[in-house]
Nanobody
């Protein structure tokens, strides 16, 4: 089965850039027609969608985070990355990567990483 694993620093200082990598095994990030997504959950709050990169490399971001977000990929490593700039303590959350697939109707996140805690603090 497909497996996803988040990695990156657990502590980031305010104003700096949060950078996480999702390593995918058991499936290619270029396979039609999956989207590779980043989702986060701040403490005591619900899940928040950040954005995705598609099988073809196109990106889409949450309007509230678009100005600070960049998602990219390295197809040779079967990895995709999240960069969130100018972070504040409000960006503290558990960050997940997940695969999105189309359903009838709508879509689902069928595979998830286990999540990684990122704390923004000086």
């Amino acid at each position: 089965q497909v497996q996803l694993q988040e990695s990156g620093p657990g502590l980031v200082k305010p104003s700096q850039t949060l950078s996480l990598t999702c390593t995918v095994s058991g499936g290619s990030i270029t396979t039609n027609y999956y989207y590779w997504s980043w989702i986060r959950q701040p403490p005591g709050k619900g899940l928040e969608w950040i954005g995705y990169i598609t099988y073809s490399g196109s990106t889409t971001y949450s309007p509230s985070l678009k100005s600070r977000t960049s998602i990219s990929r390295d197809t040779s490593k079967n990895q995709f990355t999240l960069q969130l700039s100018s972070v504040t303590p409000e960006d503290t959350a558990v960050y997940y990567c997940a695969r999105r697939r189309l359903t009838n109707p709508g879509y689902e996140y069928d595979y998830w990483g286990q999540g990684t805690q990122v704390t923004v603090s000086s």
